[in-house]
């Protein structure tokens, strides 16, 4: 099945749980790295694998694709085609044992169900689930599509910055070089 994508936004468990409902989805996979909030209670971890079960919904927290990462200090930004630092820090994370392993596993669950990965934010671009999503298709070839939403799935393409390493890793330079697969 292809992985999906999906942000609660504002979203209560009825909305949410209807959205994720029509769309099939079996399982929600939390890439949130503190995954709570203050605004939406129904969004929070603890509410989440109460009333996600219940609506036939599977549920777990992924820690190790949990974005708001940082580079250490000293550490060059090599991914500087995202001008946003969270994102060039996410972008060097993809690259550890830890997303490897965290992607492998909800790779793996998606291969026999339809899975879906969650942030908060409502819109894929502005979210690290862009990044996962980048390296399902770039280096893995797994289909992602993004539950949107008014709940259209819209095919995910890769971004412009994305480049296939020989290592098999995605690295998005400013300047790509051109000889690597894309």
């Known amino acids: 099945m292809p992985l999906m994508t999906v942000g609660h936004g504002s ?3 009825d909305r949410l749980g209807a959205r994720l409902s029509g769309a099939g989805v079996d399982l929600l996979v939390d890439v949130r790295r503190f995954p709570g909030s203050r605004n939406n209670p129904d969004s929070r971890r603890e509410a989440l694998a109460e009333w996600l079960p219940a609506a036939g919904i599977g549920y777990r927290w992924e820690e190790r694709l949990g974005g708001r990462r940082r580079l250490a200090a000293g550490d060059p930004v090599v991914d500087d085609w995202w001008t946003v630092a969270q994102f060039a820090a ?5 690259r550890t044992v830890e997303f490897v392993a965290g992607l492998d596993q909800v790779l793996a669950e998606a291969a026999g169900r339809t899975v879906a990965v969650m942030c908060s934010e409502a819109v894929w671009w502005r979210c690290h689930r862009r990044l996962i999503a980048d390296v399902a298709v770039v ?3 797994e289909p992602v599509s993004h539950l949107m939403p ?3 799935l819209t095919p995910h393409r890769p971004s ?3 480049v296939l390493r020989p290592d098999g890793q ?3 330079p400013a300047a790509p070089d051109r000889d690597q697969v894309t």
């Open 139 to 141: 280096a893995r070839g």
């Open 150 to 152: 008014d709940g259209r």
């Open 90 to 94: 996410y972008a060097a994370h993809t």
């Open 170 to 172: 995605v690295h998005w």
């Open 160 to 162: 412009d910055g994305a």
């Open 11 to 13: 979203e209560d468990r």
